[in-house]
């Protein structure tokens, strides 16, 4: 033990000989040729090279878990006490490549195949086949637009949820009772929602809704009947259950601002609004923007509403990409051509998401 | 017979308890002797099983029970044991996959193959899945040449996938004649469950659509004054006058807004192309040829043809008579939620809703509703010559939509001969005569499909309302039997094609396409995509085995 160096941070201070660094070094490159090795074969096996007789893609798995025994192994024989450090990061950083990493590039690979499951001949690679045929795809593009005026809708709800907020941030009466009341459409299924409102109460003979339109003079109420009202109601429907999540983050945010700045405000003699454009909002935005994007994410996954209620109609009015996707993919069991567009789609959020973040970075900062 | 129909009839009291007390006596009797064993209890039936199986547990008695699907299951052993020795089966295993849908399906076959399985020495393993399951898993066991069940239950349609790929294995001279499967309705006949002249499917449900049409919008005053039409319409084009003829009256029943004939306009994940497909058939499936969907040479589609394209401008043409928001209304909503509740006199429909119309709840249309075959047409389009015929006699072609459920087994058995007899013999099993008798009698998630289901005196015997039953089953048999039937092709991915044909119809009734020609033809191209995709050549020699030719 030596009593030289950093006493503080380092626990032993570690004598590592040449010999076993050179046999953990060893371990890494020897089990990572063997990994290359199995995935060789198996590719081979796979793709007709050679017959290995593989019948799955286990062998492959247990070379990569055996590899990533020994690298967590090696790091403890190389770098002694440091190494012990990594193996708290490493284990869980392998996994999640093994989890997303490996997937994704499968499904690169699938997404750019022909593969229709009915299709005797199984999976062919076709290049930019299934780019090309997106590019041309008018159901895709349709639903990609509908997928802008669904995201605008946000602004709306985000106003709607602020509203609320407020509401139940001010001393009113009952408040707590307001405040489980307005979170109930949250703790729906979306399924339900569709079914029990898009559905029943929407239906337009019997529902009890269509009735009151009815009431209020409206001859032949149609809620899905016009594009523009079929999309409309969509938003309506998946608003009502989604404010309330905007709303309940608003509101943390809005009890976490101190009580003195309102105070101060008055003081100085802000009106109400200006109390709010000058105080309440700009302190607001950080969580605001949470809440918008958090939104704007299960907002692009909107599916289940849609193709319960409208089926993407009418006349692919209210499609969305992932209706679209679900149609494509499980009714028609095109794979390949299914995986191609959610890629696509992924990137085009993270493309978006990136850009609204450092938007809203911008916005921020200057107030500050 | 399905649950929804068996527990409606109940409530409606289409069931008479006249027989209850004495099926109850027969089976009090049959227990207070302690039981016989197996094989001396089913073989002293004999001919009497059919009337003795339906009083297990006794119509009105309830829903079956496990103890009573592994009595009937025991009582109608007696051609297993013509074919198969007691133990010789011992040692084997098998594997079935299926639905447990309501928890009938596999829940059935468990109980009905319990005594099997003691008779036998076999033992079976199950794989229950969900119906929403059932497609995925099944192509994808397809598609990854993971198939790990022996015996499997499969609608036709995916007759291509499975045996089109040498995955089924075919059935043994011996199975045909146990299960008697001359019995089987005109329609279920070869070539369905037949690829290349090989027979690989035991029957165990039929399907097919009927018109359903409301009567008194043939009595009541006003309206036959505005129609001229006092009896129902037997082809599309009287349907289509009446339709619109009768816009602006007042149901009878309801005093709402009167409707003529309901099309659904929104898709059902691919279900929806068979509504179509009704007012078509009875265009384009021409009594020479068995192809109405696809040119058996080619691969390509005829949904742009004159005919279908007529279908289509039908529908477009009557959207302006159809209730308001219909362009939101699938098929489901169609039956249940308009005709079924008074709105709408006419629909084509599978077996259920006529059923329904008469003992659901939610029914307003009682005893106005009346049956018969899919609607004709005065003139048929001849594919081959490209020209419209004017026949004699309207073209009635009724839509035997879904070809209803059967039992396969699969190739994997093949190779081990005992194996291979033990999965045929318990598919036979199930796919018996008179076991099928019992299972379209109470709630199994199956129909009628046998000629000797149509038998009304046993059903009359068993304590049914012989007036409703003959209703019920009366118009499904003449479709069955019909002699130019459409039948669906039974090629892979027969879904894919009617799902983007709904997607397509969605556009064109929405007004986005200019014509029918062109809703038709973007139907065709889409259509044309998925053949080349699945592969054109094997998809020709496949529609041609499917159709047997």
Redesign the interface.
Known sequence: MSNAGDLLHVVTADDISDRRRFFGRALIWGSFAALVLVALLQAGDKLGWAEVGFSTWRPTLYAYIVWAVCLCWAQVIIRGEQGKRVLFVLPAALFVISLVVIPLVFGLGIAFSDWNLSSPDGRKFNGLNNVRQMWADPFYWNALGNMVWYTAAILVEYTIAFGLALLLNAEIKARKFFRVAFLLPLMLSPVAVSWMIGKSMLEVRFGPLARLARWLGWDNPSFFGSPEMAKFMIMVMDAWTFIPFMMIMILAGLQAIPKELHEASRVDGASGWRSFWEVTFPLMLPASITAILIRIIFKLKLADIIINVTSGGPGGATDSVTSFIFREYRDRSNVGYGTLLAMVYLVLIVIAITIFMKLADRWMNPRY | MKVEIYNQMLKAGKISRRNVMKGMASVGALSAMGGLPAPVRAASHGGNVRAEILKIPGVGMGSPTDADWQKVGEMCLGPTMANVAEGEFAGVELTFMGLNNQNLHNFLFRGFLKPWEAYTGAKINWIDLAQADYN?RL??S??TGTVDFDIIEMGAPFE??TA??GLLDEMPDWVKDQIEADDIVGYLQPPVGTWDGKTYRITIDGDCHTFAYRKDYFTDPAITAATGMTEPPTTWQQVQAFTKAVKGQKDPLTG?DAYGFLDP??????FGFYFLEDRASAYVKHPDSPAWLFDPETMKPMVNNPGWVQAIQDVMDTMPDL???Q??A?PGTTAF??FL?G?GSGICWWGDVGSSARTSDGSVVGDVVGFSINPGSDRVYNAKTSEWETPAEPNFAPNMAYLGWGVYVTSRVSGDEKKRKAAWSAAAHLGGKDISLWMSAYPSGFQPYRNSHFQYDEWEEAGYDRAYIEDYLGSNADSYNHPNAAIEPRI??I??YY??A??EL???????YGSAQETADAIAAAWEK?TD???RD?QIALYKASLGM
């Open positions: 995925p192509q994808q397809i598609a291509g996938d089109g790929r709402l306009l929104k898709g059902w994940g691919g209730p308001p928001d362009i939101n699938d939620q308009q509740a709105t892979p991915g879904f894919q799902s983007i709904e997607d969605a556009k064109g009734f929405a007004g986005q998925i995709q699945i592969g094997s």
